[in-house]
Nanobody, 123 residues
Framework: QVQLVESGGGLVQAGDSLRLSCAAS????????MAWFRQAPGKEREFVAAITGSGSSTIYSDSLKGRFSISRDNAKNTVYLQMNSLKPEDTAVYYC????????????????WGQGTQVTVSS
């Protein structure tokens, strides 16, 4: 069983940067593809970014690529989401998710989920 705990959310102003962290328990972290999803008020949860177990490959939502960056530190069992030039429309609950081995965009493919961390961007 893998447990995920997100942190780093908060209230920021438009144009600010924020880095989210997701700490994972368990010994299979380095074999797990990890991803970030987000859910804005009144909207469905959407894919943000994902990274392979080794960190050698990443994929992004087309609309967020260039502002957001995913990375991981397997020694710390942690995956990060660096968010730059934040906009009010980035306001959402951000979720960390994991699955064995293969990177994916679809949320139904992910087996492990965190509880989420709130990011609010004021204008």
């Amino acid at each position: 069983q893998v447990q995920l705990v997100e942190s780093g959310g908060g209230l920021v102003q438009a144009g600010d940067s924020l880095r989210l962290s997701c700490a994972a328990s368990g010994r299979t972290f380095s074999n797990s593809a990890m991803a970030w999803f987000r859910q804005a008020p009144g909207k469905e949860r959407e894919f943000v970014a994902a990274i392979t177990g080794s960190g050698s490959s990443t994929i992004y939502s087309d609309s967020l690529k260039g502002r957001f960056s995913i990375s991981r530190d397997n020694a710390k069992n942690t995956v990060y989401l660096q968010m730059n030039s934040l906009k009010p429309e980035d306001t959402a609950v951000y979720y960390c998710a994991g699955r064995p081995f293969i990177i994916a965009r679809e949320q139904y493919r992910y087996d492990y989920w965190g509880q989420g961390t709130q990011v609010t961007v004021s204008s």
